[in-house]
């Protein structure tokens, strides 16, 4: 007979989950002090945000105080699509190029819980994708997803590291996994040897403001650092090169989520068309999208920057 945490796996993965694992919501004490060393060497850089309620961070009681078990997902997001190489537009991470992947881990999630209530009215929980004061990786890793890969994303052998991760505080006690995933990152270097801005300045820790993915979508300045100015490669929001250049991306496969498909068949965006951009064709244009998240100045400027 299976048990709960098993019967809720089978579960998360009908649901479209690529993979699922379930902890104890121990403190995250070790990894919580790396993240201070990290914030401390400013590493940050302007997302003051990542300094709040650090203690939250590291211990999940404290944002759901009645938590027993911690439910980590995986929700693939690759597909099988390549950029264009024409230099009048500017090229979007994978990630963004479908619906924005908060609402849609969100939405699974949620559909997840009810079902975990509606067989145990005891059940509660409280979602986290990404906003909440989560240590998302550092669940990933404990869950047993996968290893934090030298480019500080979790990589799973299974399906690389194309994958949005979500977690579901429950007040529950289940079964946990012990096991993790063992660092097979070896002695490969490749994610630090292809970053053009040098931003992964050791194995495992990037500084943020040398990052394009960082100062395309959240640096909030006028104008770019020259470094990255002088090494955009054509990217226009986030980039992806570390996992592009990653061996264990090999093992790939296309999402079944077929909202993460690029939406209007765009993987880039047309930079004569973002200058000439309103506010309000911006707001209908990426309505749910994770594009928004660097607003309409931000995407004007990172064209501008382009030219």
Known sequence: MRTFAETIKLKASEIGFSKVGIVAPEPLWTEGARLSDWLGRGFHGEMAWMEREPEKRSDPRLLFPEARSIVVVALNYFTPHQHEPNSSFGKVSRYAWGDDYHDVVREKLTELLFWIESQDPSAEGKICVDTAPMMDKAWAVRAG??????????????????????????????????????????????????????????????????????????????????????????????????????????????????????RNGEKSLDLDSLAEMDHGEYVTRFRRSAIKRTKLSGLKRNARALK
């Open 145 to 262: 997803l996968g290893w934090l890969g030298k480019h500080s994303n979790v990589i799973t052998k299974e399906i690389g590291s194309w994958f949005f991760i979500g977690s579901l505080l429950l007040n529950i006690e289940l079964d946990y996994d012990t096991e993790t995933v063992e660092d097979h990152c070896g002695t490969c270097t490749a994610c630090l040897d292809a970053c053009p801005t040098n931003a992964i300045v050791e194995p495992y820790v990037v500084d943020s403001r040398k990052c394009i993915s960082y100062a395309t979508i959240e640096l909030r300045d006028e104008t770019f650092p020259h470094d990255i100015t002088e090494n955009l490669d054509g990217w226009i929001y986030g980039c992806d090169i570390c996992q592009d250049v990653c061996p264990w991306n090999r093992f790939e496969q296309p999402t079944d989520e077929k909202r993460f498909e690029p």
